[in-house]
């Protein structure tokens, strides 16, 4: 038992190393960016939806909870050149003609790149190790380049999409088609159907001024070696969904998509979000709902409770060729609670599979963060971050991962950015994959041994779509 | 005017705008009576070149005219047309493709398929507005406004409209837009002057 648990620890190492490469393209990866198509359609500056990109402001979360459409009649503020492919009034012919509908008379698209220097202060840490113990890494100074697809085909059906170049290859990172306003009030009921990244907040999936993603993306088979095309609660993955927003405080989302299965297999993964704003502006920005100081369309005093149940099941082949299905159950929630122009985004949730560990197992997460910033102008917020993993394997010890981000975002124009982020972090033990896929650099050597508090990086990272 | 819906909702036109201020009845009236002009202000203000203002329930019979609403550049020009009910619109096509007109709208009418250079017409019975559409090219647009008397006027491109020849009296003055609409005003109009009346649109 002892033989086959060490085999085992073995295998994980090797996968370990390779996972070691994964966890610095996730760490270096920050996809999101504005998206210049919205601009260009209604003529419009980035800082009507963001303030510093991709962080959205009031106005922008609207947007993206409405299907990417301005409050009202979307046309009305679209200032771009539109092709009538049928004019409004073929709606009184159908089904003798085809339903009406536009194209954008300019090709929707936008570019971005960003990357980042970084710089290992400390010699021995796990983030310098994870760049060969190099102290500065200029490898990733223009890392990735994405490109944009935004519009609509009308005032209901919306579309948006991108795709990411890297040294990887070239990834859809999600594409979706929106349908939205499709009975009743509007925004009550649309439907998202495509490549999608699942609603499990009521806002946006990149809320945070230091790290790509809100919610931290916990890949629990990965983690313990058993796949490295792991599920996560925040991948955008095939499927559809059907969301809404009622009487502008209440938000909803239910979905299912095909999850991350290396082969084929019926849609098993479900998910349902629920959120609920107290004061401030309407979360569909409708009504005339504006924010008290025109000037800070970002601030307001107001306080989101949101909540989310996840299940996912995965089918994938083990190193040993056999076929192991994990299930996943995930519960979380979080907060957002704003005083003007500080913000303080709260959240955690509880992962149990019942077969993530490469010879399977069962395997409890836990992932919380916290993420507290200042706007203290529209182009310059500081921001302080914490994250926290906990896995609890079956027959194995728990292992921990504390991370603090501290650094500042800011403009140096509308569409340029600049980011200096400083990353400390402990570890207490560590699962066989290394904490890579959970966003983390420190490297304990053994399952129980801790290392840390060590800076990993301090990161300068710059961004610029167009 | 009142029983036809002059607030329909169409499509949003993609064609450029023929900014000319028509005023039809001028020719019958304009030697007496008063002008009725002012301003109309859209929002969003790309909808103002669809924008007729004209006024309702003037007595009197009016004699029945003849206009012109050409195709060129697969483009109805001019974008919007005022006529009187019994009127006559001769559409022509001076394109090198084929077009078709119709309307689906209140009487309907479909004029068929005409070669370049051929001219079809229609004479309207009943006032209204009638969206016109050509089925090969379904992008174009154009309005035929139908009004129950002359004393109309499609808005130039800064939004001024002038009616003159109007008979002295007090009349309501109202507006038509293909999105946007404002409320019906008053207007008392005095021989040889010009009375001032201005509409806001908005959703």
Redesign the interface.
Not at chain 2, 9 to 12: A, P, S
Not at chain 2, 138 to 141: F, G
């Given at each position: 038992m002892e033989a086959d648990r060490k085999r085992s620890l073995r295998r994980w190492t090797v996968r370990g190393s390779v996972l070691g490469i994964f966890t610095l393209l996730l760490l270096t990866a920050r996809a999101a960016l504005g998206v210049p198509a919205f601009a260009r359609k209604y003529g419009t500056s980035c800082l009507t939806c963001h303030t510093v990109y991709p962080k959205l402001n009031l106005f922008g979360e609207a947007f993206r909870r409405n299907g990417y459409r301005f409050p009202?009649?979307d046309?009305?503020?679209v200032k771009q050149a539109?092709?009538?492919?049928?004019?409004?009034?073929?709606k009184?012919?159908f089904p003798h003609?085809?339903w009406?509908g536009?194209l954008p008379g300019d090709v929707p698209i936008a570019l971005g790149f960003n990357g980042q220097a970084v710089f290992h202060p400390e010699a021995r840490a796990g983030g310098a190790a994870a760049d060969n113990g190099a102290r500065v890494n200029l490898n990733d100074l223009i890392g990735e380049a994405h490109v944009w697809a935004g519009g609509s085909f009308d005032d209901q059906i919306t579309f948006f999409g991108e795709l990411t170049f890297a040294d990887g290859g070239t990834e859809i990172e999600h594409v979706g088609v929106h349908f939205n306003d499709l009975v009743g009030e509007p925004h009550v009921l649309n439907l998202a159907v495509g490549k999608i990244v699942p609603t499990v907040s009521t806002f946006g999936p990149h809320s945070s001024y230091l790290v790509d993603q809100a919610t931290p993306p916990l890949s629990v088979t990965a983690l313990y070696g058993a796949t490295s095309d792991s599920w996560n609660v925040a991948d955008a993955y095939d499927g559809l969904e059907v969301n809404g927003t009622i009487d502008g405080r209440l938000d909803y989302a239910v979905g299912g998509n095909a999850g991350a299965n290396v082969e084929v297999r019926s849609p098993a993964d479900f998910y349902a979000h629920l959120g609920y704003k107290l004061g401030g502006v309407r979360l569909d920005g409708e009504k005339g709902s504006t924010v008290p100081d025109p000037k800070k369309p970002w601030a307001e005093k107001a306080l989101t409770l949101h909540a989310f149940y996840y299940r996912s099941g995965s089918r994938f082949s083990a190193a040993d060729g056999a076929v192991l299905e994990d299930t996943a159950t995930t519960f979380g929630g979080g907060l957002r609670a704003q005083w003007n122009s500080w913000e303080l985004d709260s959240g955690a949730y509880q992962e149990r599979h019942d077969n993530a560990l490469a010879g399977g197992g069962r395997v409890s997460a836990l992932a919380q963060y916290d993420e507290l910033s200042y706007v203290i102008y529209p182009w310059l917020v500081p921001a302080v971050r914490v994250e926290y993993v906990r896995l609890s394997p079956a027959g194995g010890p728990a292992v921990t991962d504390l991370r603090g981000f501290a650094g500042v975002a800011a403009l140096v124009r509308p569409n340029i950015k600049l980011w200096l982020v400083a990353q400390v972090e402990r570890a207490t033990g560590a699962p066989p994959g290394g904490w890579g896929p959970a966003s983390g650099l420190a490297a304990p050597t053994t399952a129980t041994s801790s290392v840390g508090p060590e800076v990993e990086a301090i990161t300068l990272g710059l961004a610029f779509a167009f | 005017m009142g029983a036809h819906p002059v607030h329909s909702?169409?499509?949003?036109a993609?064609c450029a705008f023929a900014a000319v201020v028509l005023t039809l009845g001028s020719a019958v009236a304009s030697a007496a009576g008063g002008t009725v002009s002012g301003k109309v202000e859209a929002t969003?203000a790309k909808f103002l070149e669809e924008t007729v203002v004209y006024l309702k329930e003037v007595p009197g019979s009016f004699p029945a005219k003849t206009a012109s609403l050409d195709q060129r550049g697969m483009k109805f020009i001019p974008h919007v047309l005022v006529v009187t009910a019994g009127g006559t619109v001769d559409f022509l096509n001076h394109d090198t493709v084929a077009h078709n007109v119709f309307?689906?709208?209140n009487e309907t009418y479909n004029l068929g398929t005409f070669k370049p250079d051929e001219k079809r017409s229609y004479t309207f019975k009943t006032g209204g507005v009638y969206?016109q559409?050509c089925?090969i090219h379904?992008?174009?647009?154009g309005f035929v406004f139908v009004g129950e008397n002359p004393y109309a006027a499609v808005v130039g491109p800064d939004g001024t409209f002038a009616i003159p020849g109007v008979p002295a009296g007090t009349y309501t003055a109202a507006v038509w837009n293909s999105h946007l609409k404002a409320a019906d005003k008053k207007v008392t109009v005095t021989e040889g002057k010009t009375a001032e009346v201005s509409f806001s649109l908005h959703?």
């Open positions: 009202g009649v046309s009305d503020f539109v092709v009538p492919l049928g004019q409004d009034a073929y009184k012919e003609a085809v009406p536009t | 909702v169409f499509g949003v993609g969003p309307s689906p709208d969206t559409l089925s379904p992008e174009m647009l959703r």
